[in-house]
């Protein structure tokens, strides 16, 4: 599995961004696809998760209605949209995907099998 993580840059307060991640390697059909953060000095954090099938997300309750992830299934991409964006969504932002990991483990990054190399996304004022 190869994830690659696009769209990171830097953003003024209040703004708006989209990440991608571009997923290839095998078919996602049975995978959870997920995005994190980590901001310097922290522990990586969880953002959003999608089945691929089906589309149910999940969301850190913080982030819940100012970040959305969705997924094309034609281009294989998942995206994080990020709306109101304030300075502490400064991080690197990564991508993930997961066969196995169950809905009670989906904060836990050592859950995740794979990984793409993380986008950095800085909020400006």
């Known amino acids: 599995v190869q994830l690659q993580a696009s769209g990171g840059g830097l953003v003024q307060f209040g703004g708006s961004l989209r990440l991608s991640c571009a997923a290839s390697?095998?078919?996602?059909?049975?995978?959870?696809m997920g995005w994190f953060r980590q901001a310097p000095g922290k522990e990586r954090e969880f953002v959003a998760s999608?089945?691929?099938?089906?589309?149910?997300?999940n969301y850190a309750s913080s982030l819940k209605g100012r970040f959305a992830i969705s997924r094309d299934t034609v281009k294989n991409t998942v995206y994080l949209q990020m709306n109101s964006l304030k300075f502490e969504d400064t991080a690197v932002y990564y991508c993930?995907?997961?066969?196995?990991?169950?809905?009670?483990?989906?904060?836990?990054?050592?859950?995740?099998?794979?990984w793409g190399q993380g986008t950095q996304v800085t909020v400006s004022s």
């Open positions: 993930a995907a997961s066969a196995r990991v169950i809905a009670s483990q989906l904060g836990v990054p050592s859950s995740w099998e794979h």
């Open positions: 390697g095998r078919p996602f059909t049975n995978y959870k």
């Open positions: 999608i089945r691929w099938n089906g589309g149910i997300t």
